[in-house]
């Protein structure tokens, strides 16, 4: 069994600073890409940045220049820094990963279960 554990979200007031953090567990033999999504009132999920396992980083518009994504690949997590949050940035924020497990001969992908983010004053 894996299983993606987010932490780190809460409420935040406008122009503040939050750090998710999103760790890994279970039978994994290896990690591909690790990223972040979210998904806001009555709005589609969507990609806020991802990671490869060799340290690519790709960001939605939305974030960029506001947020930094990155990994420990030893301790199979992903980090998400946000800073200068807007209220639109209120989501609940879900962790992804493409993982191949011991015994496996392919990457599936897998979901943490969400956290939320509100920026508000």
């Known amino acids: 069994q894996v299983q993606l554990v987010e932490s780190g979200g809460g409420l935040v007031q406008p122009g503040g600073s939050l750090r998710l953090s999103c760790a890994a567990s279970?039978?994994?033999?290896?990690?591909?890409?690790m990223a972040w999504y979210r998904q806001g009132p009555g709005k589609q999920r969507e990609r806020v940045a991802a990671?490869?396992?060799?340290?690519?980083?790709n960001y939605a518009d939305s974030v960029k220049g506001r947020s930094t994504i990155s990994r420990d690949n030893a301790m199979n997590t992903v980090y998400l820094q946000m800073n200068s949050l807007k209220p639109e940035d209120t989501a609940v924020y879900y962790c992804?990963?493409?993982?191949?497990?011991?015994?496996?001969?392919?990457?599936?992908?897998?979901w943490g279960q969400g956290t939320q983010v509100t920026v508000s004053s």
């Open positions: 992804y990963a493409d993982i191949q497990r011991y015994g496996s001969g392919y990457y599936a992908a897998y």
């Open positions: 990671i490869t396992s060799g340290g690519s980083t």
């Open positions: 279970g039978r994994i033999f290896s990690i591909n890409v």
